[in-house]
């Protein structure tokens, strides 16, 4: 594939908003996630949850699309000059030639929940006020986004589970070779609500503890939200010397079972060598790579098997899971950012919490930061239904 350039990238998570918080945060290796006091959820676990999205404000004349996941959005977008990023870009290329591919598991669906509190208790109807269209639709996060920055491009919402905002990176790509469009938004947004955080409970994927990816007593996941996005184009005459590329995507549907990987990993492992191949390059060319790492017993031996066939147990990762909880449909676009991040200042982030490595897992688990030039790093997210994707990245001033 003809590599891309992120001319523009921002991330907001529990760890912090923009990416000199998310950086720094990074940098300490500081987790963010807190015994669980969202809404009236009584779980015994821990959220990485973003602090105020209740007091965002909406632009004006975008009351429709008022929800947290669209706030969550919003607060994204305004961090880092993203959104005057978008706004260059759209003005030499157009408004229309701009293409929006986002990624999100649930939406708005905290609306809907909230509207079910207060139907008409005669005949159950919604309260007149509920907002499915703008409010809890999957289409409203790229409906609110395109509005919001005057955007007239093809607009894409993909919700496959935990890869959807990795798989916007791969469908933007494709248009943008396809000609169908000049530069994309891409990203992911997914937000707290009950649903998610009673249904893996019910499916007994959730910690009572700060998840422990890659840990030997690793016991579930802990549920993050998060706003992520890059901007990505084709490379201009000249990047500045810590300009990140996108130069491979690889994707694979395994369908082994709807909420377990195969024990295996061949889903992954295919991800993995698509992406390779895109980039045309060798598996001991990858530098550093963020795992999808949930904390879950069966998601990180699949994993671990499955990079392990791929790039052998000596390239060092890492899963950043442990600092900003599992974001769910916006966890490909965040660690895409995190990946930017490590490639930009050249860090490679230790796994927080994670105390004790499973060494039946062959992967070379980093617990502490570590510093050293990197030109390729990948990104791996893999969702229910075994919907896989990876993303590869490199450094401008390093790609051949």
């Known amino acids: 594939?003809?590599?891309?350039?992120?001319?523009s990238f921002t991330a907001t998570s529990a760890v912090g908003q923009g990416l000199d918080a998310t950086y720094a945060s990074l940098r300490a290796r500081r987790s963010a996630l807190a015994p669980c006091a969202f809404e009236t959820v009584t779980l015994d676990t821990c959220i990485g949850e973003v602090a105020g999205l209740e007091a965002v404000a909406l632009p004006p004349g975008l009351e429709e699309f008022d929800c947290r996941n669209n706030r969550l959005a919003w607060l994204g977008l305004t961090q880092d000059d993203f959104a005057g990023a978008v706004a260059a870009c759209a003005e030499r290329f157009g408004r229309a030639r701009v293409g929006v591919f986002l990624g999100t598991s649930t939406s708005g669906i905290l609306?809907?929940?909230?509207?079910?509190?207060?139907?008409?208790?005669?005949?159950?109807?919604?309260?007149?006020?509920?907002?499915?269209r703008g409010a809890h639709n999957t289409f409203s996060l790229a409906a609110f986004v395109q509005q919001a920055l005057s955007l007239s491009g093809p607009a894409v919402v993909i919700s496959s589970?935990?890869?959807?905002?990795?798989?916007?990176?791969?469908?933007?790509?494709?248009?943008?070779?396809?000609?169908?469009?000049?530069?994309?938004?891409?990203?992911?947004?997914?937000?707290?609500?009950?649903?998610?955080?009673?249904?893996?409970?019910?499916?007994?994927?959730?910690?009572?503890r700060p998840c422990r990816p890659f840990d030997v007593a690793r016991d579930g996941i802990s549920i993050g939200e998060a706003a992520a996005f890059a901007l990505l184009e084709r490379p201009p005459a000249s990047l500045d010397g810590d300009g990140?590329?996108?130069?491979?995507?690889?994707?694979?549907?395994?369908?082994y079972h709807m909420s377990a990987p195969p024990p295996d990993g061949r889903g992954a492992r295919a991800a993995m060598l698509r992406a390779l191949a895109a980039a045309d390059l060798a598996p001991g060319d990858i530098e550093y790579i963020n795992f999808h790492g949930t904390g879950t017993p069966s998601n990180d031996e699949a994993e671990g098997r499955a990079v392990a066939s791929v790039l052998g147990n000596k390239v060092p990762g890492s899963s950043t899971k442990g600092a900003t909880g599992h974001t769910l449909g916006a966890a490909g676009a965040l660690e895409a950012v995190i990946c930017a991040l490590a490639l930009r200042h050249e860090l490679m982030p230790g796994g927080v919490n994670t105390t004790e490595i499973d060494r039946t897992l062959p992967v070379n688990y980093l617990r502490e930061n570590c510093r050293r030039p990197l030109s390729r790093v990948m990104s791996n997210s893999f969702g229910f239904g075994g919907a896989n994707c990876s993303l590869i990245f490199a450094r401008a001033d390093r790609t051949a």
């Open 111 to 132: 609306e809907t929940e909230l509207a079910y509190r207060r139907r008409d208790p005669a005949s159950g109807a919604l309260p007149r006020g509920f907002r499915y």
């Open 244 to 255: 990140v590329l996108l130069v491979g995507t690889g994707e694979s549907s395994d369908a």
């Open 161 to 208: 589970a935990c890869s959807s905002s990795a798989k916007a990176f791969a469908s933007a790509q494709r248009a943008i070779e396809a000609g169908v469009i000049d530069a994309a938004l891409v990203g992911g947004v997914d937000s707290l609500c009950l649903t998610t955080l009673y249904g893996f409970h019910s499916l007994q994927l959730v910690s009572g």
């Open 1 to 7: 594939m003809t590599p891309l350039a992120l001319t």
